[in-house]
């Protein structure tokens, strides 16, 4: 069974970074691309990152490249976040997603087919 914890989130000021975590088990890890998503209050789930199987490429929605980075680490069976420059705008709650049948770079949600519970992000002005 395939099970994705996210950690890491919390209260952070404006300006402030956070690096979030995604524990990852009974998948083969090192042969999944992996994604980042998150979901706004009153809003829908949206795209932020995506990391093909060996971290070698990344994609990130547009408006997030500059602040946002994702990596992995095969070994230990670790997605992670690094979340720079923190605006209320990113206030959400944010998801770790493993692809259904890819190793390649995924954009969109129904390219996923395991989630985990998500974490929240909050940030305050």
């Known amino acids: 069974q395939v099970h994705l914890v996210e950690s890491g989130g919390g209260l952070v000021q404006a300006g402030g970074s956070l690096r979030l975590s995604c524990a990852a088990s009974?998948?083969?890890?090192?042969?999944?691309?992996m994604g980042w998503f998150r979901q706004a209050p009153g809003k829908e789930r949206e795209f932020v990152a995506t990391?093909?199987?060996?971290?070698?490429?990344?994609q990130y929605q547009d408006s997030l490249e500059d602040r946002f980075t994702v990596s992995r680490d095969n070994f230990k069976k670790m997605l992670y976040l690094q979340m720079d420059i923190l605006n209320t705008e990113d206030t959400a709650v944010y998801y770790c997603?493993?692809?259904?049948?890819?190793?390649?770079?995924?954009?969109?949600?129904?390219?996923?087919?395991?989630w985990g519970q998500g974490t929240q992000v909050t940030v305050s002005s």
């Open positions: 997603a493993a692809a259904a049948n890819s190793r390649d770079t995924a954009t969109r949600q129904n390219q996923y087919g395991y």
């Open positions: 990391i093909n199987w060996s971290g070698s490429l990344s």
């Open positions: 009974g998948l083969t890890f090192g042969n999944t691309a």
